[in-house]
């Protein structure tokens, strides 16, 4: 079956590092790929999105390229704000009538 | 343009009682799912609906419950309320096209005590 796999948090950066969180995913066919990033107390908001192999999804500084030799989805962003503190889900769907399925989240703790 | 809106935000149940979650899409949108967020299992797929059918299903026993009117509105219900049922209950809508993102409300935190 489909599945989304991440690497597990939680992660602590200090401003202005590097990040990565890795995202490996099973599917058959050719599955959208998403990053979802959710704030204390709110709801899923979509950060990026590739529909297909070599696409790169990127806003806010933030950047994923959906490489199928691998089957990953890579979360990367060059320099973190405190701002950025949250937890990160990878997801896919595969067409299956607007199913998402979710890694088990990465909480993200950035520190001044 | 408006948010996917869910009421109520928090919800405080007793065992054994039914309750029933609100949903307002996008306008425009014809997709609605739901979802259940729990710190054990994470985000697992509930249900979704579009032009009133539902169309997909996931792995919840039948005590979970829903349906989408005409307008898109979608509700969810959950009778028999059990203490594991206490989560955050998420809704997104997306469309019109198909395949196309989903949007997340907020969601409604349940509470069964």
């Known amino acids: 079956g489909n599945s989304v796999t991440q690497m597990e948090g939680p992660v602590t950066l200090s401003e202005e590092a590097f990040l990565t969180i890795n995202c490996t995913y099973t599917?058959?066919?050719?599955?959208?790929l998403f990053w979802y990033v959710q704030y204390p107390g709110e709801g899923l908001q979509l950060l990026l999105k590739?529909?297909?192999?070599?696409d790169k999804g990127s806003n806010k500084g933030f950047e994923a390229t959906y490489r199928k030799e691998t089957t990953s989805f890579h979360l990367e962003k060059g320099s973190v704000q405190v701002s950025d503190s949250a937890v990160y889900f990878c997801?896919?769907?595969?067409?299956?009538?607007?199913?998402?399925?979710f890694g088990q989240g990465t909480e993200l703790s950035v520190k001044p | 343009k408006a948010g996917v809106t869910q009421t109520p935000r928090y919800l405080i149940k007793t065992r054994g009682q039914q309750v029933t979650l609100s949903c307002s899409p996008i306008?425009?949108?014809?997709?609605v799912s739901w979802y259940q967020q729990t710190p054990g299992q994470g985000l697992q797929f509930l249900f979704e609906?579009?032009?009133?059918?539902?169309?997909n299903k996931g792995n919840f026993p039948g005590r979970f419950s829903g349906r989408q009117f005409s307008n898109s509105r979608s509700e969810m219900n959950v009778s028999t309320l059990e203490l594991g049922d206490s989560a955050l209950y998420l809704c997104?809508?997306?469309?019109?096209?198909?395949?196309?993102?989903?949007?997340f409300g907020q969601g409604t935190r349940l509470t069964v005590v």
């Open positions: 997104a809508s997306s469309g019109p096209r198909e395949n196309t993102e989903a949007f």
């Open positions: 590739a529909t297909k192999a070599d």
């Open positions: 306008s425009g949108h014809r997709s």
């Open positions: 599917a058959t066919g050719y599955p959208s």
């Open positions: 609906y579009f032009s009133e059918t539902q169309r």
């Open positions: 997801a896919l769907t595969n067409n299956q009538g607007g199913k998402l399925i």
